[in-house]
């Protein structure tokens, strides 16, 4: 009994200590750098879910499921002023490197080389991922939430009783918190948890030399549970959003991604058969274009669906020459090192595990390569063909692969004493290269956007002090600009909007113009109860469109610059009916 209380205690320990390390880890970062939100989509989901958008608390924040936004909301009308979306990422972030660290290595050996494990998985993830911890994405984090529950699954227990339980509860809640955040990350790593499983009951049944029905059995009730709680989150996402204008925008939504985001936007004079057969202007198509289209009500569901489904049918290739691209591409990103440092560092674990594999006949080592293979090329041929790979999405990619290749070398393989110093040595040696490369690359991507963003909070403090007025900032004179996490966290109606982005002609839009005393963008801008917003450095952002879009509804404008604000200038429009 004292036995097992020591245990206990010692497992206390190992947990603080590793909760201390990561804290430093913050603490340090935190010295250096405010934390930004990397993009804008998550600029807008915490305006939803404060208030700042609407006027008040919205958990129907378009991205995330519904339980997770309504929690975040419930918090903003209890305390306003506390910025909740914002520590609550940076939370998950942290958190998530913790587990990983005290799950991976919680297993080394003496206290003193868990220690030591626990700052080198620390320092490997600040280096590998500091971009992402001081630019923060929600997509990543669902990505990090994921490989914590990864961690888990491998490291775990593997017997049926209590400790297994109360293990994976928190894996779960993991799982269940990152399909929360964000269900397509959570989905495309899914593949991982499940080779992750396989694996342990593989181990489990060559150790014993038996079925183990008892382990088979607790893991499938851990699917079961982790099912179940994804399955609560959908029933109550779409109880949420059940309502005829929410369903239409979600409609609108997936149209406007497939767009935007794969097939993009037809060029007009090569398909202007098509535009015409859907009423597709040249006007029109310039706001599809510079993304302003919520000035025209008649973009809707059933246009942006049909311009989807074109740009989906002529894409130029077929599916095989489509998926024999893919394929091309997978090669040549490795061969190319289009992301040197993830493709080194796992480059290096295939060879070594492949050679130790070989040289021992180790056939087990064998098959679990060839499974994590074929599942890893399995989803990075699915990214290719979909034709889109951004950063945020394959980081976690790798993440995830290198979690598992890492748990392939606590197998006891044979490795001379050389190759454990060697082993050790190459790897050090990179990570020092890539925390020197991430460092000056964050710093100066971070020096960058404090300058930018003068003019942003320039832009809003303005607003600020107008609060009688209404502007419409033209989309692609903001995406620049970012917000910090734990700054300017007052969540006080902000009375401008952008004309454009993914929360346009959504309810909560609706809503926002509602609050301003508005019916629609167009009308708004026509007869001067809103102004329009832009950036006067650039020619392209320049508002003489605006000319030609309100020249083809029947109304002559004309646009005077009534102020400026940094880099911004604001129009009014007058209009005089052409008739």
């Not at 208030?51 to 209890?78: C, D, F, H, K």
């Not at 040197?340 to 021992?360: K, M, S, T, Y």
């Not at 102020?563 to 911004?568: L, Y």
């Amino acid at each position: 009994m004292r036995s097992a209380a020591a245990h206990d205690r010692q497992k206390w320990r190992e947990m603080g200590l590793a909760v201390l390390i990561v804290t430093g880890a913050w603490l340090f970062l935190s010295v250096f750098f405010d934390f930004y939100y990397d993009l804008n989509d998550d600029t807008a989901m915490k305006d939803i879910l404060s208030g700042t958008y609407t006027g008040i608390p919205e958990g129907r924040n378009i991205q995330m499921l519904y339980p997770l936004g309504w929690a975040v909301s419930m918090l903003y009308r209890l305390l306003p002023a506390v910025p909740w979306y914002g520590c609550f990422l940076c939370f998950c972030q942290f958190f998530a490197l913790w587990a990983i660290v005290y799950a991976v290595g919680s297993g080394a050996g003496k206290p003193e080389k868990r220690s030591a494990v626990f700052l080198l998985l620390t320092a490997g993830g600040l280096a590998l991922f500091l971009y992402e911890f001081v630019f923060i994405q929600y997509t990543v984090t669902a990505g990090l939430l994921a490989a914590a529950a990864l961690a888990r699954l491998l490291t775990g227990p593997d017997g049926d009783g209590r400790e297994f339980r109360k293990y994976h509860c928190v894996t779960a809640a993991l799982c269940a918190l990152s399909f929360y955040l964000r269900t397509e990350m959570f989905l495309l790593l899914g593949p991982f948890l499940a080779l992750a499983v396989c694996w342990r009951l593989m181990e489990y049944r060559g150790r014993h030399k038996e079925a183990g029905r008892g382990v088979l059995r607790s893991y499938l009730c851990l699917a079961a549970a982790v099912l179940a709680l994804l399955g609560a989150g959908l029933a109550a996402d779409g109880v949420a959003y059940g309502s005829a204008a929410w369903k239409d925008f979600r409609r609108f939504f997936d149209a406007r991604t497939a767009v935007y985001d794969f097939y993009g936007i037809p060029d007009y004079a090569q398909n202007r058969e098509f535009y015409e057969s859907v009423d597709v202007s040249p006007a029109r198509y310039t706001l599809l274009q510079n993304y302003n289209f919520d000035l025209d009500a008649e973009i809707d569901t059933e246009m942006m669906e049909q311009i989807a489904g074109y740009g989906a049918a002529h894409q130029g290739q077929s599916p095989a020459r489509r998926l024999y691209e893919s394929v091309y591409a997978y090669g040549y990103r490795f061969a190319h090192g289009q992301e040197l440092f993830f493709d080194l560092l796992l480059c290096l674990a295939w060879f070594f595990l492949i050679r130790a594999a070989l040289r021992g006949k180790n056939r087990a080592l064998l098959e679990n390569l060839a499974l994590l293979l074929f599942v890893r090329t399995g989803l990075w041929l699915f990214l290719l063909y979909r034709g889109r790979v951004p950063e945020r999405i394959t980081h976690p990619l790798y993440l995830m692969e290198g979690i598992l290749l890492l748990w392939l070398f606590r197998e006891p393989l044979e490795w001379k004493k050389f190759e454990k110093s060697a082993i050790l040595f190459l790897y050090a040696a990179l990570l020092v290269c890539v925390a020197a490369v991430q460092g000056q690359t964050v710093w100066r991507q971070y020096q960058d956007r404090e300058a930018r963003n003068i003019q942003w909070q320039t832009w809003k403090a303005y607003c600020a002090e107008r609060p009688s007025s209404f502007y419409f900032v033209d989309v692609y004179s903001s995406v620049a600009y970012s917000e910090k996490l734990f700054a300017d966290t007052a969540p006080a109606y902000r009375n401008f909007d952008l004309l454009g982005g993914w929360c346009v002609k959504s309810p909560a839009a609706m809503q926002k113009r509602r609050a301003a005393g508005l019916t629609d963008a167009e009308s708004a801008l026509r007869t001067g109860q809103a102004l329009f917003v832009t950036d006067a450095r650039s020619e392209e952002r320049s508002p003489e469109f605006l000319k030609d879009w309100y020249r083809e509804r029947g109304v002559e404008i004309t646009l005077q610059e009534e102020d400026r604000c940094g880099c911004f200038a604001v129009y009014r429009c007058g209009s005089n009916a052409a008739d």
